[in-house]
C-alpha cells in the first residue's frame, strides 16, 4: 500500500543547476499537489492539478515548472536552481479538491 | 482571507484529553474543516474533517462551535506518539489548496 512515493528522498544541489521531482500515487486520485515547507513553516502551496491535463498556481510559484505526466504522475522541475529554494517538498493528492489529502515523505533538498 | 487562528503549542499529560482550538471567524457557509498533524521528520497526516455536525473517527473528534467560528480537535486518550504540529485548516468551496499556517505544537510529557 505505496501512497504518494517521491523521489528522491534527498539532493545536493549547486545554484544554477537544474533538477526535476518525482511523485507518484497509486489511490487513483484526480488531484495531486506540490508544497514546499520552510524550517519552523507550515506548508506553502507550489503547484496543483485538479484533474489530469490541468496545473495551476498556487501560493509561491515563482522557479518553478510542473507536468502532470498522466494521472498517477506529478513532477516539480526547478530549472535554474536557486539557494531560496532549499526546502523539504512535498507531494499529495487528494480524490477531488476539498477532500482529505495524503502525502509523500518529502523530499530533503539543500541548494549551495 | 482562508487563513485559521491556533495557539502556538500546548502541553498535555499521557493518557488524558486533549483539546486543541481554532478560530476561523470568517469562515463561510459551505467551507469545511480539516486537521492534520505533522510528525517530527514526515509529511503531513489527514487527522479529521467536518462541516457543521460534531465527527467521530478513529483518532479523534471534531466539535465545530454551532456557529461554525470554532472548532476543537479532541485526542480523547494523548500518548506519545501523538507529539506532532496540528494543523486546522479551513478549505473553501471549490478550492484546491490548503492554508497550513505555522500550527499548535503538541508536546505530550509522559
Known amino acids: 500500500n505505496a501512497g504518494v512515493t517521491q523521489t528522491p528522498k534527498f539532493q545536493v544541489l549547486k545554484t544554477g543547476q537544474s533538477m526535476t521531482l518525482q511523485c507518484a500515487q497509486d489511490?487513483?486520485?484526480?488531484?495531486m499537489y506540490w508544497y514546499r515547507q520552510d524550517p519552523g513553516m507550515g506548508l506553502r502551496l507550489i503547484y496543483y492539478?485538479?484533474?489530469?491535463?490541468?496545473?495551476d498556481k498556487g501560493e509561491v510559484p515563482n522557479g518553478y515548472n510542473v507536468s502532470r505526466l498522466n494521472k498517477r504522475e506529478f513532477s516539480l522541475r526547478l530549472e535554474s536552481a536557486a539557494p531560496s529554494q532549499t526546502s523539504v517538498y512535498f507531494c499529495?493528492?487528494?480524490?477531488?479538491?476539498?477532500?482529505?489529502?495524503?502525502f509523500g515523505d518529502g523530499t530533503r533538498l539543500s541548494i549551495l | 482571507d482562508a487563513k485559521t487562528t491556533q495557539p502556538n503549542s500546548m502541553e498535555s499529560n499521557e493518557e488524558e484529553p486533549v483539546h486543541l482550538p481554532c478560530n476561523h471567524s470568517?469562515?463561510?457557509?459551505?467551507?469545511?474543516i480539516h486537521w492534520y498533524r505533522q510528525l517530527p521528520s514526515q509529511g503531513p497526516e489527514y487527522v479529521i474533517h467536518?462541516?457543521?455536525s460534531n465527527v467521530n473517527n478513529r483518532m479523534a473528534s471534531l466539535a465545530i462551535a454551532e456557529d461554525r467560528k470554532s472548532s476543537t480537535l479532541i485526542l480523547h486518550r494523548a500518548t506519545l506518539r501523538d507529539a506532532a504540529v496540528y494543523y486546522c485548516?479551513?478549505?473553501?468551496?471549490?478550492?484546491?489548496?490548503?492554508?497550513f499556517g505555522t500550527g499548535t505544537r503538541l508536546t505530550v510529557i509522559p
Open positions: 499529495a493528492s487528494s480524490s477531488v479538491g476539498n477532500q482529505p489529502q495524503h
Open positions: 489511490m487513483n486520485h484526480n488531484s
Open positions: 492539478s485538479a484533474s489530469e491535463g490541468t496545473t
Open positions: 470568517t469562515i463561510s457557509g459551505t467551507d469545511y
Open positions: 467536518g462541516l457543521t
Open positions: 485548516i479551513r478549505i473553501q468551496t471549490g478550492a484546491n489548496n490548503l492554508f
